[in-house]
């Protein structure tokens, strides 16, 4: 990419720059930061909230006024931050800095999987399907190869200092490696290669290549985040970062080593198996947990879940899971049975409102909005409870619903929670 940007750009990213340190340096976000810290090392308080705007950036969306692609990309990480302040007022921190990854060329597989992609009536490519490259997974096998990577150190820091350059004097230009966030999703990656009903149908015929399968996937993972570790390409993610499905990784317990050479135990994980939903407890003990374990026992801190149900598999094997810190609660799952489990543990209880009240229609209904948020804050009832608004699509022409929501769970956590 070429870094060169128009003078005009310049001085407009400075402007957009200091505004976004502005409300940084508000008291409240200090405030924020001491509670995210103490909510996340178990220290009594209220619940954290926070609603994720990646799904529904499109209905808020402000054009971007810059021309170049590297100013666009300043500019939007910087719009990013501004909005959520702007917009929800929950409990994210507005960051004093912006962050680039490495430029690392990662290929799983040995193999392409195409994919085939639907349009909805905005023109969103939100529907799509994986063109599976294994057709039968005992003899395909042989086609996939170990995963290969290689990372640009002179183009990574070209363009980190070509960022400071232009807002590093108001802004941290920080390098941030995000594998942790979405990298580790093992059955996703099943689902890629082969497919939801071959893959169900393989745990029965052929449970010993389902294992080969999950061995497979699982070690190249291993290897490939080792492989970070070891070229020092891991960030720390103890503090103002994505750590989990949409919370914050704000944490004492996490040090950076005194050496500087940052590991995997030293760092939060995200994983799920949001694909195994339609196996048994059992089975997924068998074919799936050993696999995810394997991978938690690398880190340090864990979040697990997403989407899927974890009261069906609760006691089953998940409840020891490594080093699990959070667990999502999805709209999906028993809250009351997950409270009763997780009351007097360690285990935050990640809930993730159903993203209907936010999602449908224009209008927003307080009342089944309380009434249902009020059935999660007597389940979670004695937990270390957050919320976290999720696969919200659309806010149905109405962006004041957001602010709302977190103003009216806020009033009832003043009001209930003890």
């Given at each position: ?225 080792q492989w970070l570790q070891d070229e020092g390409l891991l960030t720390m993610n103890n503090g103002n970062h994505y750590a989990g499905a949409g919370s914050r990784g704000f944490t004492h317990e996490l040090k950076k080593p005194a050496d500087g050479h940052i590991r995997l135990k030293d760092l939060w994980v ?149």
């Open positions: 990419m070429n870094y060169k940007i128009e003078k005009w750009e310049r001085e407009y990213l400075r402007d957009y720059a200091k505004k976004q340190l502005e409300i940084a340096n508000l008291p409240i976000m200090q405030e924020r930061i001491k509670r995210w810290y103490d909510h996340n090392e178990n220290k009594k308080g209220k619940p954290m909230i926070v609603i994720e705007l990646a799904s529904f950036k499109d209905d808020v969306r402000i054009p971007l006024k810059t021309q170049s692609d590297f100013a666009r990309n300043i500019e939007s990480a910087i719009q990013n931050n501004i909005q959520i302040h702007e917009l929800f007022d929950d409990d994210e921190v507005c960051p004093d800095s912006i962050s680039f990854g490495w430029d690392i060329k990662y290929r799983e597989f040995g193999v392409d999987i195409p994919v085939k992609k639907s349009k909805d009536a905005l023109g969103r490519e939100i529907g799509f399907e994986y063109q599976h490259p294994l057709n039968d997974l005992e003899q395909d096998f042989h086609i996939l190869k170990p995963f290969t990577y290689t990372v640009d150190r002179s183009n990574s820091f070209a363009r980190l200092e070509a960022a400071k350059d232009i807002v590093g004097d108001i802004l941290k230009v920080e390098m941030e490696n995000g594998f942790q966030r979405w990298g580790n999703m093992i059955t996703q990656k099943v689902i890629q290669l082969i497919g939801m009903e071959k893959w169900m149908i393989a745990m029965i015929e052929t449970p010993e290549i389902v294992h080969k399968l999950m061995d497979y996937l699982t070690s190249n993972l291993i290897s490939y985040q995200n994983v799920n198996s949001q694909e195994s939903t339609g196996i048994s407890p059992e089975m997924y003990k068998e074919f799936v947990f050993p696999y995810i374990d394997r991978v938690a026992k690398e880190y340090g801190m864990v979040y697990y879940g997403c989407c899927e149900a974890v009261h069906p598999t609760w006691d089953t094997c998940l409840k020891d899971l490594s080093n699990l810190r959070k667990v999502s609660i999805s709209p999906w799952c028993d809250e009351q049975f997950m409270g009763e489990r997780l009351r007097g543990t360690k285990i935050i209880y990640s809930r993730k409102p159903s993203p209907h009240f936010l999602g449908v229609g224009y209008d927003f209904d307080d009342d089944e909005y309380k009434k249902y948020m009020l059935n999660t804050l007597n389940a979670a009832k004695g937990c270390n409870l957050e919320i976290i608004y999720r696969d919200v699509y659309t806010l149905g022409g109405n962006p004041s619903k957001a602010k709302r929501a977190v103003r009216l769970l806020r009033e009832l956590i003043d009001k209930y929670w003890e």
